[in-house]
């Protein structure tokens, strides 16, 4: 384990401030120490933040289990919550006139006088990371990323006074050989934190953890919770889960364990429970919120079945276990508008993992794209979400649409946002006005109207 380390220079203090708010992403912190990613400090702060709804109806992360694994790592731990109470982290951002007063604020709370500061956040793009870096003035920042997202573009346009200030992206390697498309425009180099440090790390978490049950590889069945995202309803995501369970089963499954999302409402797991004893099933739900990758370690899972969880790319890549995915094509059709940022690891997942339904591809473990196609596809997608932050992303976008759209591919593509790019695939000219008249749009709907009642007549 990397101990804080101090610097030979009485006369320069150095403070490094960790943002976190998941047990995982403290983790990748813990392994860039750990492999030596951060410079000498006087000090090292993790500071938590709380970013669910309700902060005060959800376990903070400094409570959850496995975390004192990791707390050595650092001099102390704060609270994001409590310092800018009543606010909320994810909703809250200092207006610029009060900037200084909240450094001047913060550097009292924590008792950092007249240190050098250093940042390294989350999701630099949203609050709370953007706020703690609009804080501290002119100090240096790195990302780090422990999810797919890093592989898309960056969500929203940053101020050019914190996007220069960013050193390097952090991230974990789930798809070897891909390059992270975030923070590009601004030159940030991506630096891969190794993964035989980041397990490790898990290997303590997985040590921990005495309250699990004693299953031998079961099919594991990953829950998200897309209705709290608006993404699915709550009963069509509950089918979702029903769908994973029963998908396991058609592939010989008997056992399997399910690990809902911890803000997952109860009755999901109890309408599962009872779908699984019709197919027969012997089913178990992990009450004990848990990192995915401690039962890999713990359970080592037969299957890892799921939607769009970047617990399935650890899976294959970290842990070399067998992995299948379902859902993924409802989620590219559903997802609104085009620029949604989960879109990209929806069509990582989609492109690199087996469909469940499809027997022979998830035995073989069949990987539906490879590396250097799922580049060109994710320059192209890219694009089509951030065109303004990305123009230089053009030319390849339109390489690969022209050569590349065909039926396995549109998915990954709305034939409205290529029209309105005027990109490969994109609607002749001539009918781009089609979708958006309402006028012909009435007139198709009362001629289909017209087409069915003449088919009922002549049917009677």
Not at 85 to 106: C, K, N, Q, T
Not at 253 to 264: D, E, I, L, Q
Not at 294 to 306: C, I
Not at 430 to 438: G, K, T, V, W
């Amino acid at each position: 384990m990397a101990q804080p380390r101090t610097t030979s220079d009485p006369a320069s203090r150095t403070t490094q401030i960790f943002l976190a708010s998941t047990l995982y992403g403290t983790a990748t912190l813990a392994a860039a120490l750990d492999a030596d990613r951060f410079g000498p400090a006087h000090r090292r702060i993790l500071l938590v933040s709380n970013n669910a709804a309700t902060p005060e109806t959800t376990t903070p992360l400094d409570e959850m289990p496995g975390f004192e694994r990791l707390r050595g790592r650092f001099d102390e731990v704060r609270s994001w919550n409590e310092a800018i109470s009543p606010f909320h982290p994810g909703g809250w951002a200092p207006r610029g006139d009060d900037v200084v007063l909240w450094e001047r604020y913060i550097r009292l709370l924590w008792d950092l006088g007249d240190d050098d500061v250093e940042l390294a956040v989350e999701s630099i793009q949203v609050n709370p990371a953007l706020a703690l870096a609009q804080i501290f003035t002119g100090v240096p920042v790195d990302v780090y990323a422990d999810g797919l997202m890093s592989y898309g573009p960056t969500r929203n346009k940053i101020d050019p006074l914190v996007g220069t200030r960013v050193r390097r992206l952090l991230h974990l390697d789930l798809v070897p050989g891909l390059t992270p498309l975030l923070l590009t425009e601004f030159d940030v180099p991506p630096e891969v934190v190794p993964t035989e440090t980041f397990l490790k790390v898990l290997g303590e978490l997985a040590e921990d953890e005495e309250e699990l049950p004693e299953i031998e590889a079961p099919a594991l069945v990953l829950g998200q919770y897309l209705s709290a995202l608006s993404i699915l309803t709550a009963e069509e995501e509950e089918e979702l889960h029903i769908r994973m369970v029963r998908g396991a089963a058609e592939l010989g499954h008997t056992r399997v364990v399910f690990k809902p999302h911890p803000t997952a409402p109860a009755r999901w797991s109890r309408s599962l429970e009872k779908a699984a004893r019709t197919m027969g099933v012997d089913l178990t739900v992990l009450d004990t919120p848990v990192l995915a990758e401690v039962l890999y370690q713990r359970m080592r899972p037969a299957l890892v079945v799921g939607c769009f969880s970047t617990a399935l790319l650890t899976a294959s890549a970290l842990y070399d276990l067998p992995a299948a995915r379902t859902g993924t094509d409802l989620l590219l059709e559903r997802l609104a508008p085009y620029q949604n940022s989960n879109r990209v690891p929806v069509t990582i997942v989609d492109a690199l993992l087996p469909e469940l339904t499809d027997r022979t591809a998830v035995t073989e473990q069949r990987t539906g794209m490879g590396v250097a196609e799922l580049t060109q596809l994710l320059k192209a997608v890219g694009f089509a979400m951030q065109p303004q932050i990305y123009p230089g992303l053009r030319p390849d976008a339109e390489r690969h649409l022209a050569t590349h759209l065909d039926a396995r591919t549109w998915r990954y593509f709305k034939r409205r946002r290529l029209t309105a790019l005027a990109l490969p695939g994109a609607l002749p000219s001539q009918l781009a006005f089609i979708p958006r008249n309402a006028t012909v749009r009435r007139v198709a709907r009362r001629a289909r109207s017209v087409q069915r009642t003449i088919k009922r007549t002549a049917l009677g």
